[in-house]
Nanobody, 126 residues
């Protein structure tokens, strides 16, 4: 069974940083297109960052160079480093995976991702 488990969310002040992690089991994240999404109540799930099997990455426009997606190869963990956080970044953040092929263009279509974690809450506030 493929499982994804996120961690690392929390409360942070504007301008602060967080490192989100997504531990994968039953799924080799190096052989799948992996992405981070986020969602706020009343809105749809939006793609934040993507990493394909070749290690190439892409980001939503609103990231503006503040976030970085990466993978720990030894531990099969996908990470999202978020810097200079803003209140509008507050959301539930989800790790997601799909097959080997990636559509790297944004906005990402969340319905094409088969594997999802339960999410980790990020709140940016004073």
């Amino acid at each position: 069974e493929e499982l994804l488990e996120e961690s690392g969310g929390g409360l942070v002040q504007p301008g602060g940083s967080l490192l989100l992690s997504c531990a994968a089991s039953g799924l080799d994240s190096s052989n799948h297109c992996m992405a981070w999404f986020r969602q706020v109540p009343g809105k749809g799930r939006e793609g934040v960052a993507l990493r394909n099997i070749d290690g190439k990455t892409n980001y939503a426009g609103f990231v503006k160079g503040r976030f970085s997606i990466s993978r720990d190869n030894d531990k099969n963990i996908l990470m999202l480093r978020m810097n200079n956080l803003e209140p509008d970044d507050s959301a539930m953040y989800y790790c997601a995976g799909r097959g080997r092929t990636c559509d790297r263009s944004f906005p990402l279509n969340h319905s094409t991702y088969a594997y999802w974690g339960q999410g980790t809450q990020v709140t940016v506030s004073t």
